[in-house]
T-cell receptor, first 115, second 111 residues
Framework: GNSVTQMEGPVTLSEEAFLTINCTYT??????LFWYVQYPGEGLQLLLK?????DKGSNKGFEATYRKETTSFHLEKGSVQVSDSAVYFC??????????????FGKGTHLIIQP | DAGVIQSPRHEVTEMGQEVTLRCKPI?????LFWYRQTMMRGLELLIY????????DSGMPEDRFSAKMPNASFSTLKIQPSEPRDSAVYFC?????????FGSGTRLTVV
């Protein structure tokens, strides 16, 4: 079956630090990969996605590259801000559209940015 | 667009009572998903619909849980009878096949 493993949190960084949140996956077929972000008391928001190997998703300074050879989709940002504090979820779908069979989520990584 | 709308935002109920959670998807989206989020188990897919038809309900934990989608603009998730271990945040999401839009969730507390 499908599964997503991401680094445990919380991850605490100082403002302007470099961020990496690791994500690896197991899936049948060729999954699409996603990062979602959840702010306190809110639902999940799509941060970025990639639908095929070597694609790079990017949004709001965050990036992640679909690495089929290492089955990874690590999230990076060059300089984090206090407003980036949230819970980040890596997820996959085994249909390219992402909406056909439900997402499989990782456990989430709580990111805390200190001023 | 108002996004995916869930109601109520918070629900506190006593064990044994029936609970109904509601969801209005984004107009035109043909997929609707119900998820449950807990600290222990993370985000779990409960059930999803395509064009109002249930496609996969293998994530529904027990027969106490049921979901319906009588039309394209409304879905319900019902728990009867409710138990304390059902306490969680329940999310609804809709999709047109290129990504999901989530509602703000219903925080359910069963005492």
């Amino acid at each position: 079956g499908n599964s997503v493993t991401q680094m445990e949190g919380p991850v605490t960084l100082s403002e302007e630090a470099f961020l990496t949140i690791n994500c690896t996956y197991t899936a049948t077929g060729y999954p699409s990969l996603f990062w979602y972000v959840q702010y306190p008391g809110e639902g999940l928001q799509l941060l970025l996605k990639a639908t095929k190997a070597d694609d790079k998703g990017s949004n709001k300074g965050f990036e992640a590259t679909y690495r089929k050879e290492t089955t990874s989709f690590h999230l990076e940002k060059g300089s984090v801000q206090v407003s980036d504090s949230a819970v980040y979820f890596c997820a996959l779908s085994t249909h390219s559209g992402g909406g056909a069979d439900g997402l499989t989520f990782g456990k989430g990584t709580h990111l805390i940015i200190q001023p | 667009d108002a996004g995916v709308i869930q109601s109520p935002r918070h629900e506190v109920t006593e064990m044994g009572q029936e609970v109904t959670l509601r969801c209005k998807p984004i107009s035109g989206h043909d997929y609707l998903f119900w998820y449950r989020q807990t600290m222990m188990r993370g985000l779990e897919l409960l059930i999803y619909f395509n064009n109002n038809v249930p496609i996969d309900d293998s994530g529904m934990p027990e027969d106490r849980f049921s979901a319906k989608m009588p039309n394209a603009s409304f879905s319900t998730l019902k728990i009867q009878p409710s138990e304390p271990r059902d306490s969680a945040v329940y999310f609804c999401a809709s999709s047109l096949g290129v990504g999901y839009t989530f509602g703000s969730g219903t925080r359910l507390t069963v005492v």
